[in-house]
């Protein structure tokens, strides 16, 4: 039991240990060689990391579109491999396979660069990111700003599609990206706040830690009454920075045909079609680990806990996504300003007024 | 230490990498038979007209600008909850003060009709 919890640390360690007899070998400087073990087993730590979230998003496809089939009772992809599961696979392949158009009179260079600057930042916010005991790419001490900060470089790269196509739908779907994402930027990052009050850190391991006690019931969602009202505007402006349904105005098909990605194709349109699943995976990680407790839990492998919060709240967001029909923009607007931030404020008032009192009965 | 955010610089290298290497993969793998009605911008089937690169609605703009005011001032709220508990009471009148301004302006937005899409 013991081994299969610490599974991946011991083995971070084992290959560390390993680098290290190496480098010896070299009779370098000890600060060199500390330099190079430490580049090399960030090399490896990230190369995995990036696998890893590659695998995750082929799944979460898969699973939103079994999802959808099964809520609008149709059977979904079930023709590649056992249930569908290498449809994602099969997609990946024909992307590649596509012919890659710029139309003419387009910014060729922001045209080319768009996708990039979408996908690459949802990646680097994983790095901070507690996926179990022990278990964290980066160790920064301020890993919720590196989050927030790197988590809305994406919206540059939107604008920047919308932009370089020389495309009207393109351009009217970037603007209405860029006007919801940072709507929704406010009372998402000003919600965090009351957590970090809570916990008087910045490092997401120290706010797991801080959730530890009481089997689960310290965990800040139980925070009553600051916890729940933090997650729920949290969770709903994550839903509308990722511009999902019912937030899906961006790119409301029926409207202006795909938004800011209509002029894309191949492996371009599918780097933002990976983008817009790590940002959704990103959003639900961090709502596990600032009001879930992160990767604790009884019996289970650290890591193992950790992936079923984190599915749950997937889940969840994929159920809202079909049920629910799309908001008009003023009303999305006025959602924002007028009920989410005022709500947010209010909350960290509330969290400065409660923490000691929570804290003297425990609950934190 | 500098040394700690070494892991950081590998990975935007490394990222930036995948991600240029993906699409230069595509480019190559793809085929490439453009003809002018392919390349020209999707205006659901019409010719298109005019310059995609017209002028947009002041509303953008107008939340922009929120977006910048609102963007300031939640980064004086998170050096002040971290250490919450040191400042104890004179951190919490102290921020008391700060809100207070912030929602003065904030019901004047509201009253001025900035928060209409409209």
């Known amino acids: ?364 | 230490m500098p040394i700690d955010y070494l892991p950081i610089l590998v990975m935007v290298v490394v990222v930036i990498a995948f991600a240029a290497i993906a699409l230069t993969f595509s480019a190559l793998t793809g085929p490439r038979r453009p003809n002018p009605s392919k390349l020209s911008p999707y205006e659901s089937g019409m010719p298109p007209f005019g310059s995609a690169r017209r002028r947009i609605s002041i509303k953008y703009y107008l939340t922009a600008v929120l977006f910048i005011l609102f963007d300031i001032e939640i980064i004086f709220f998170y050096p002040w909850a971290v250490l919450f508990r040191q400042l104890q009471l004179f951190g919490l009148i102290e921020m008391a003060v700060f809100v207070i301004v912030l929602l003065v302006g904030y019901v004047y937005i509201w009253k001025k009709g900035g928060f209409d899409w409209d």
């Open chain 1, 1 to 364: 039991m013991d081994l299969l919890n610490n599974l991946f640390v011991n083995l971070y360690d084992w290959l560390a240990g390993a680098l290290h007899a190496l480098a010896a070998g070299l009779n370098l400087v000890k600060d060199a060689e500390n330099a190079i073990v430490a580049a090399v087993m960030s090399l490896v730590v990230i190369v995995v990391l990036l696998l890893w979230l590659v695998l995750m998003v082929l799944v979460l496809i898969w699973l939103e579109r079994k999802n959808a089939a099964r809520i609008q009772d149709r059977v979904g992809p079930n023709r590649v491999g056992p249930f569908g599961l290498l449809q994602p696979v099969a997609d990946t392949i024909k992307m590649f396979i596509k012919e890659d158009i710029v139309p003419t009179n387009a910014d060729r260079l922001v045209h080319t660069l768009a996708p990039i600057v979408v996908a690459a930042p949802a990646v680097l916010a994983f790095a901070v990111i507690p996926w179990g005991k022990g278990m964290f790419p980066v160790d920064l001490n301020i890993g919720v700003l590196w989050v927030v900060a790197v988590g809305s470089i994406g919206t540059i790269g939107i604008f920047m599609a919308g932009y370089g196509s020389n495309n009207k739908y393109s351009l009217l779907g970037g603007m209405r990206a860029v006007a919801q994402m940072v709507s929704y930027e406010v009372p998402q990052v000003l919600t965090i706040v009351a957590i970090v009050l809570m916990t008087g850190s910045l490092s997401l391991n120290k706010i797991v830690d801080a959730q530890s006690g009481w089997g689960g019931m310290q965990w800040y969602i139980f925070a009553f009454p600051v916890g729940p009202i933090a997650f729920i505007v949290y969770y709903l402006s994550a839903l509308a920075e990722v511009n999902r349904t019912p937030f899906d105005i961006p790119e409301g098909e029926s409207e202006i045909v795909a938004g800011h990605h209509t002029e894309y194709s191949g492996m371009k349109w599918g780097l933002f079609y990976v983008g817009e699943y790590f940002n959704f995976f990103l959003v639900c990680t961090i709502a596990v680990t600032l009001f879930f407790g992160g990767w604790q839990g009884p019996l289970l492998p650290p890591y193992v806990w950790f992936l079923i919060k984190v599915y749950a709240l997937i889940l969840l967001g994929m159920w809202i996504r079909m049920t629910w029909p799309r908001f008009r923009v003023d009303q999305l607007m006025g959602f924002a300003w007028k009920t989410l931030v005022p709500i947010a404020l209010v909350n960290i008032i509330l969290a400065a007024l409660a923490t000691p009192i929570l804290k003297a009965i425990g609950l934190i």
